[in-house]
């Protein structure tokens, strides 16, 4: 049993599955609650699906590219859970469970995934199927625009600079199930930032004389 979670969007996201069929999935769009809402929503799906903590062999967690708080959220549990349960875990890049869904909507040739980064950025990275071809990088939508299909809530929110933009717009992590399943390229449970975080060590004082 694979529990799966990510918090690199607003979406809180977690998921139960038994090779690629989701047994149980909650996904909550609330902001700046990850660290509320998370440790609930994995009880509540592990408690859907009528599995146990004993019962899970795996744990797969979104490793953005998404903001510094809520991306560590998720990988903080992930790792917890791992050291607990003695489980591995595995990460896997948000953009490209983004790509997985897109592709099981039925886009088609390059596409590109543009999550909304704040600080009027996305995070992107173009496809072939489920390919990644280039990225992840984050750039303002300006000096990535993109005539072809899009996905994600970056290239909603920035349609000028991505007019064939579609849905879905945010990751799930029953999507997330399947690329694992799928023996889809995995990542280490490792944040990609792609910025520096805002808290930075205060440069050294001026020696007194």
């Known amino acids: 049993m694979l529990l799966a979670l990510d918090t690199a969007t607003p979406a809180v996201t977690v998921a139960v599955a038994d090779g690629d069929l989701v047994l ?15 440790a609930p929503a994995v009880e509540a799906v592990l408690r859907d699906a009528g599995v146990g903590r004993t019962g899970l062999d795996r744990v797969a967690v979104g ?18 859970l791992g050291v607990v349960l ?11 469970v983004l790509a997985l869904m897109a592709v099981e909507e039925g886009v088609t040739g390059p596409f590109r995934v543009a999550a909304d980064a704040l600080r009027r950025e996305v995070h992107w990275a173009t496809y072939e199927g489920t390919h990644r071809i280039d990225g992840p990088h984050v750039d303002r939508p300006a000096d990535v ?14 349609g000028e600079h991505f ?18 399943a799928r023996g889809l390229p995995l990542l280490e449970p490792e944040p ?4 520096r975080p805002d808290a930075v060590e205060p440069a050294a004082g001026k020696p007194v004389s």
């Open 24 to 38: 149980a999935e909650r996904t909550t769009v609330a902001g700046r609650r990850h660290g509320e809402l998370l």
């Open 163 to 180: 007019p064939r933009a579609r849905g879905p717009q945010l990751p799930t992590a029953g999507a997330m199930c399947r690329w694992v």
């Open 145 to 158: 625009a993109w005539a072809g299909p899009a996905v994600g809530a970056g290239a909603a929110i920035y």
């Open 86 to 96: 003695g489980l591995p875990v595995v990460g896997v890049c948000t953009l490209d």
């Open 192 to 195: 990609l930032y792609l910025r």
């Open 63 to 80: 490793v953005g590219p998404g903001p510094f708080t809520g991306l560590r959220v998720g990988l903080v549990t992930a790792r917890t």
